[in-house]
């Protein structure tokens, strides 16, 4: 079946880098834009960044931008989104969703948490 | 981006019917037909429920609307029932592939 399974979350100190991973199947990954959202605890959801299905465009939330850097590997069938200079204001779930046509996101991940502290 | 302005919470009787609001500017949701609406129930992942503003997914009930009027958008539940108790959240173009998501309405069913 059509699924996104997100993976790489964990906890890190503030500073450290993480790069999540999230693997998809049940559909042609390489045709379909890709994004990451998040959702600090207690919170609600905030757009991070979005990537074409090609990887040519990317773009990103100014929350983000700078230390973040979301890329795809269309012959793994996964994205990924790299997380530098990590604060505690990126304490989060992460999730990737399919982008099926302008923001019309119809298949989701169950999320990846992401946690900074010192 | 600043987030777009939902009302905290809304609620309702079961058979009632309830609209949520979703107030952008005119460089989101004034100027773009791609809002998008979505469903999260509590430890669950968003559920698309509306997109391009008034169109529903497969699946979804007809008993979920969407409409615009200027730079506010809303999602209407109509024969509310207790398995539309859940968070809801409008998203926006912004334009240059970026989105905007609403603050965020908790929906309580009395």
């Known amino acids: 079946q059509v699924q996104l399974v997100e993976s790489g979350g964990g906890a890190v100190q503030p500073g450290r880098s993480l790069r999540l991973s999230c693997a998809a199947s049940?559909?042609?990954?390489?045709?379909?834009?890709m994004h990451w959202v998040r959702q600090a605890p207690g919170k609600g959801l905030e757009w991070v960044a979005v990537i074409s299905s090609d990887g040519s465009n990317k773009h990103y939330a100014d929350s983000v931008k700078g230390p973040f850097t979301i890329s795809r590997d269309n012959s793994k069938n996964t994205l990924y989104l790299q997380m530098n200079s990590l604060g505690p204001e990126d304490t989060a779930l992460y999730y990737c969703?399919?982008?099926?046509?302008?923001?019309?996101?119809?298949?989701w991940g169950q999320g990846t948490t992401v946690t900074v502290s010192s | 981006q600043s987030a777009l302005t939902q009302p905290a919470s809304v609620s309702g009787s079961p058979g009632q019917s309830i609209t949520i609001s979703c107030t952008g500017t005119s460089s989101d949701v004034g100027t773009y037909n791609y809002v998008s609406w979505y469903q999260q129930h509590p430890g669950k992942a968003p559920k698309l429920m509306i997109y391009e503003v008034t169109h529903r997914p497969s699946g979804v009930s007809n008993r979920f609307s969407g409409s615009k009027s200027g730079n506010t958008a809303s999602l209407t539940i109509s024969g509310l029932q207790a398995e539309d108790e859940a968070e809801y959240y409008c998203?926006?173009?912004?334009?240059?592939?970026?989105?905007?998501f609403g603050t965020g309405t908790k929906v309580t069913v009395l």
């Open positions: 049940g559909f042609t990954f390489r045709n379909y834009g």
């Open positions: 998203t926006s173009y912004t334009g240059s592939s970026t989105y905007v």
């Open positions: 969703a399919k982008d099926d046509f302008w923001g019309r996101w119809d298949v």
